[in-house]
């Protein structure tokens, strides 16, 4: 263990700002990702916040603007609401991306920006309530209290979600990560937790919630975190267009076999992970051993309401004879979204949501 708490078996992508990964054998293990194997990222330095003169403002379009304390938050609102949920960073799976085309500047995550926690808090909703949320609002936007410098200013990470988001059940100011507080790489003392989202709307460190009009104009949510189609690039872009990220998409992942395995022929274990946004369930997992072929279909029950915040662990077993094969999987979700076939119709220059089908090359012997 390191300083942080952080098991020695991640993935170092940066030293500073720390940015870290789980190898995906080992989100395999479990359901729950293990806080010291759960993924970080950070753009600035992960700052470190005195808990007895931390407050939380909460302003902009609102009868009454608030200071709270920590105690307060404790106190004043219901403050173990619980939801399990999947973080999952914009950027998980852009290696795939990356092998079509380069995307410099970016970091190079494989599946490993990824990872599902219990997560405590206050509602949302309560805090916004308690401060009176005038007719004119329609997003809510965050301030953590990290500095990212850009052009020789400092400014603290942020960006927003929209009203009706976050006025729902699922979305809390979170102090307790699987059962213990919130340790500092995930922003002791209080982050935004904003399931089926993408990971930057959850911020960390949290230190001002604003009631506007309009989407927040933070550099992470009007600049970056944008998508673009594939014949935009850097020097083509128009940083005013573009969509402004939110719902996560529908992703599978497959755990075993292995990239580039050598298995023994026969009847072989397919597992892996797969998630979906907009609260929505997922259907179907799809699964094939000769590259597309073929497709064996694996049905998905509904689960309870509460649960479509996180991804689902599926398997099957199919029978692989001598020889190289090709292991792909998609899922489907209760819309009908399905998973691309190939990365040329969603590549992107910042390389964000590649939910291009998983594909797992293995050899038999
Ligand atoms: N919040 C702050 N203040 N600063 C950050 O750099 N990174 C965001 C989000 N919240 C970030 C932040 C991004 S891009 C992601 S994917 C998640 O935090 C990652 O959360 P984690 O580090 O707890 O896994």
Known sequence: MNQLNKDHAMIVRTQQPLNMGTPLHLLAAQRLTPTPLFFVRNHAPIPIIDPNTYRLTVDGLVDTALSLSLNDLRTRFESHRRVE????????RRTELIARAPIPDELPWDTDAIGTATWEGVRLRDVLEAAGIKDSAGHIAFVGLDQV???DKAFGFGGSIPLDKALSDEVLLVHTMNGEPLPMEHGYPLR???PGYIGARSVKW???I?????PSDNYYQAHAYKL????VDERSVDWSGGVMLDHLNVNAVIFTPMHDETLRAGKTRISGYALTGHGRQLTQVCVSADGGARWHTITLEPRPAQEVWSWLFWETDLDLPTGSHEIVAYAVDSAGDQQPSEVDAIWNFKGYMNNVWHRVPVQCT
């Open 149 to 151: 410098v850009k052009q």
């Open 192 to 194: 935004v937790l904003v």
């Open 85 to 92: 949920a999947t973080l999952q960073c914009a950027g998980n």
């Open 210 to 214: 604003t009631i506007q009009a309009e």
């Open 228 to 231: 673009f189609p594939p014949s």
């Open 206 to 208: 949290l230190s001002r």
